[in-house]
């Protein structure tokens, strides 16, 4: 089983910056392929960003390319989303995700989630 919990979320302003942390326990994380996702009231969740394990290849949703930056620290075992320019339309309740697969963006391909944070971009 795999255990994650993230921090940092919160309130800012459009424009702004916010850095997310998910921290992982349970099982050998450098196993595991990492995901972002996000789900805004009334909506589906939506991927946001996923890493493979090595942490050598990224994968972005068309919405937050040149915006987020995804990483992951395999020492730490922690995974992170860097968000910048920040929009109210990035507002919304954030999921990090595992996955043992290699299917990175699908949804349904991550098995373990966190509770989840909120963000919030006013405008």
């Known amino acids: 089983q795999v255990q994650l919990v993230e921090s940092g979320g919160g309130l800012v302003q459009a424009g702004g910056s916010l850095r997310l942390s998910c921290a992982a326990s349970g099982r050998t994380f450098s196993s595991l392929a990492m995901g972002w996702f996000r789900q805004a009231p009334g909506k589906e969740h939506e991927f946001v960003a996923a890493i493979n394990r090595s942490g050598g290849r990224t994968f972005y949703a068309d919405s937050v390319k040149g915006r987020f930056t995804i990483s992951r620290d395999n020492v730490k075992n922690t995974v992170y989303l860097q968000m910048n320019s920040l929009k109210p339309e990035d507002t919304a309740v954030y999921f990090c995700?595992?996955?043992?697969?290699?299917?990175?963006?699908?949804?349904?391909?991550?098995?373990?989630w966190g509770q989840g944070t909120q963000v919030t971009v006013s405008s």
């Open positions: 995700a595992a996955s043992s697969t290699y299917s990175y963006t699908l949804r349904t391909e991550y098995r373990h």
